[in-house]
């Protein structure tokens, strides 16, 4: 920025504390810059300072499961460096996402992991112009920030061919209701309409049944009691998460209906809830400690001075445990089918734009 503005660091960090012995022209040049680059003075102070050692971890919640081993995974990579990771709450609303993104860049943080975020591209970009930014579970791409995602069609994929080998027909799906409707390059979008285009591609149109709520235990509940409540009760229901999937659970117990024999229920993120066995739960396996160490590594390269973008995508496998059944009747129809393809423990692909 000084060099932008013509003048020498000094002057800039003397004009951004408002500081005496700064010519007016000087000031107002130094502004100008400021206003061009796009920076916020909070993100030119950190520049003249240098470094806090932080890396700043924005999240819709803290107290997704799959967000935790996300988190796990960034930690245990910065342990052998001298950064350290704060968390903050961006929420489900495009005003309280912004808040929470200017504290960390008020907070001169470092480097910064977006989970899933909901503001545009463009945004993004304006952020990762200030701070090093790596986007996990965004479809998009850009020069400007590093992304990691899970290739959500052939997880979803794996999902449905594995409830329709064992002979379902009336699928449900359970996704996240977007504020501003479903973005194309969101992970629940991806989800839905893979759902949706398997139940077509395999001649259940008729029975496609959607029920928009939340990735959360009570959106799973609210989107099993109202899938439960329409007039062809489904046998199987997809949630588009683990933690959606538990409260799936908790509406079909509360009906009197088991598991999988009334209805099969599968989830996504493999979360450890999933393999305990009083759940046992049938889900999509994208290793959230794996995309939390290779965060904190491409956002240590960045912090460094990598100026090329990376991608990352990460290959999921289907992981098949108690909770998904044929449905009654029809046991002696359906394929065999035990378990998926074997997992990866690190991504799959990388290139560098």
């Not at 200030?130 to 979803?156: F, K, M, Q």
């Not at 709520?213 to 099993?224: C, F, H, K, W």
């Not at 965060?295 to 240590?300: F, I, S």
């Not at 992981?319 to 990866?344: F, L, W």
């Amino acid at each position: 920025m000084a060099k932008h503005a013509g003048v020498s660091k000094a002057a800039v960090s003397k004009v951004i504390r408002n500081d005496y012995g700064v010519s007016e022209a000087m000031r107002e040049r130094v502004k100008r810059a400021i206003d061009e680059l796009g920076y916020r003075p909070q993100a030119a102070a950190r520049a003249l300072r240098g470094r806090a050692f932080t890396i700043g971890v924005l999240m819709r919640h803290i107290g997704i499961p799959f967000y935790a081993e996300i988190v796990t995974g960034l930690v245990e990579q910065l342990t052998e460096s001298d950064y350290q990771a704060i968390m903050i709450h961006g929420g489900t609303h495009d005003k309280t996402e912004k808040r929470a993104l200017d504290a960390l860049t008020d907070r001169q943080v470092d480097g910064i992991l977006m989970i899933a975020p909901l503001v545009g591209r463009t945004q993004l970009e304006q952020v990762a112009r200030e701070i090093p930014t790596l986007v996990l579970g965004r479809h998009d791409r850009s020069p400007a920030y590093d992304s990691i995602v899970d290739d959500d069609r052939i997880g979803s994929e794996l999902v449905m061919e594995h409830l329709i080998a064992l002979g379902h027909r009336r699928i449900a799906h359970i996704t996240f209701q977007q504020e501003h409707g479903r973005l194309a390059d969101q992970m629940p979008h991806i989800r839905a309409e893979t759902y949706e285009r398997v139940m077509r591609d395999h001649g259940f149109a008729d029975e496609v049944a959607v029920a928009a709520t939340s990735y959360s235990e009570e959106g799973g509940y609210r989107g099993a009691r109202e899938l439960l409540s329409r007039s062809s009760r489904p046998t199987a229901i997809f949630a588009g998460s683990d933690e959606a999937a538990l409260g799936v659970l908790a509406a079909l117990h509360e009906a009197g209906l088991s598991v999988p024999g009334d209805v099969s229920v599968a989830g996504y993120d493999n979360t450890r809830l999933a393999a305990h066995p009083h759940i046992a739960l049938t889900t999509v396996n994208q290793d959230g400690v794996v995309m939390g160490r290779t965060a904190g590594r491409l956002l240590l390269e960045r912090i460094e001075g990598r100026t090329s973008a990376v991608h990352f995508s990460v290959i999921p496998s289907l992981v098949v445990r108690r909770s998904t059944a044929s449905p009654r009747g029809t046991e002696d129809c359906a394929a065999p089918h035990i378990y998926a393809r074997k997992g990866h423990d690190a991504p799959t692909q990388s290139d560098h734009q």
